[in-house]
């Protein structure tokens, strides 16, 4: 009975270490799977500090591309010169470089006597016309009686259409003074002309100041409308071949790091001096805060087969593989091996393993801090 006793003390003994050392080598196995797994979380806090930036998987022709410099510009009708029609003094204008506009805003008043003239000669005209109408319709009916001469018919008929020339071209001029000769024939003259806007858009040049003298052919304002801007560009002689209407086009602004996407829309048909052919391209998206005149550098994909690709610096390179730095939620950050391809304009082709979310979030700057990050926790 006391061996059975011995017995059964070092059985309970033995398992109760066991399960003491199953404990302590809990964790470590833990850590050794998540070592295995490439993950990393870290705090809102770290993640502000790392300033990472985040982006996406994309499709891009690489290894077929044009490399192009241009600028951002308006079309004609979205750019507009404002002069006055007719000669006279800057009496009001509240335009600053910037301001933004709408059509039919008021620009500016101006004053001169010559405005007061047209008004006076137009009434005048108007009342002569009256009575030539009059005349004439006079002489119409004694002619049909056979009363007055054939001569004076006719004079009287080419007194009243001279008269009727005159006063519809002082109308006209009075509408390209902005003045009503509907509300002129109230008997109220003014004494000065607005000029107002034609479209709606931004000021981009004031060259008047209050009391200056300004004829029709000086420039006033300027007005551009920032809605449908558009990037042209110059593509040299030898590659103008490779382009055709359709193909999308990569540009990044100067001092910008957000690459833009633009569309080729006409394709020029003469060559400059400089042996380069102006293409006309259209933005994918429409941003009021850029100005026409901005310098920009890009590539045009000229190739017809789009491949999965990333931002070259999304891409680490450790211990002889490539990975990615995929986000998750609550600021995790999962390494995940890939396979890179051909390289071309700042885009590296990617190979994914089976089941990568094509959709998901990748980060695109900080992925060598982030992975120095990791092995340090892994250590």
Do not use: W
Request: charged residues 25%.
């Amino acid at each position: 009975m006391n061996r059975s006793i011995h017995y059964l003390l070092i059985l309970v003994v033995g398992l109760t270490a066991c399960s003491k050392f199953s404990q302590v080598n809990d964790e470590p196995a833990s850590m050794e799977e998540a070592m295995r797994s490439n993950v990393l979380v870290l705090t809102d806090e770290q993640v502000k500090k790392l300033s990472l930036e985040f982006g996406k998987i994309e499709k891009h022709t690489l290894g077929a591309t044009v490399k192009v410099n241009g600028v951002l510009d308006v079309p004609p009708q979205n750019l507009v010169t404002i002069s006055a029609p007719l000669g006279g003094f800057i009496r009001q204008t509240e335009l600053l470089q910037g301001m933004k506009i709408k059509k039919g805003q008021l620009l500016a008043l101006m004053e001169h006597p010559d405005y007061i003239q047209l008004q006076q000669d137009y009434l005048e005209a108007k009342d002569q016309l009256e009575l030539l109408e009059l005349e004439y319709k006079r002489q119409q009916e004694l002619a049909a009686e056979n009363v007055n001469a054939t001569k004076t018919l006719e004079q009287a008929k080419s007194n009243y259409n001279r008269t009727k020339v005159k006063t519809e071209g002082l109308k006209a001029r009075l509408a390209m003074v902005n003045i009503t000769p509907s509300a002129l024939e109230s008997g109220t003259i003014k004494q000065t002309i607005s000029i107002t806007s034609p479209i709606s858009g931004y000021v981009s040049q004031v060259n008047v100041n209050l009391g200056m003298y300004v004829s029709p052919t000086d420039v006033m304002f300027k007005i551009v409308d920032t809605d449908h801007l558009h990037a042209e560009v110059q593509v040299f002689e030898k590659d103008i071949t490779k382009l055709k209407i359709g193909h999308r086009m990569r540009f990044t602004l100067v001092n910008e790091s957000v690459e833009r996407i633009a569309d080729v829309y006409l394709i020029g048909k003469e060559i400059s001096l400089e042996r380069t052919v102006r293409v006309h391209c259209h933005l994918k998206e429409e941003d009021s805060s850029l100005i026409p005149g901005m310098y920009f550098s890009g590539v045009i994909e000229v190739g017809d087969t789009p491949v999965l690709a990333v931002k070259s610096e999304a891409i680490v390179n450790f211990e002889g593989k490539d990975y990615l730095f995929v986000l998750k939620p609550k600021n995790t950050f999962e390494l995940v091996e890939i396979k890179a391809g051909v390289t071309d304009a700042g885009f590296t082709e990617v190979m994914l393993p089976e089941g990568f979310d094509v959709s998901a979030s990748i980060v695109i700057q900080g992925t060598y801090t982030l992975i120095s990050q990791l092995k340090n926790t892994e250590e």
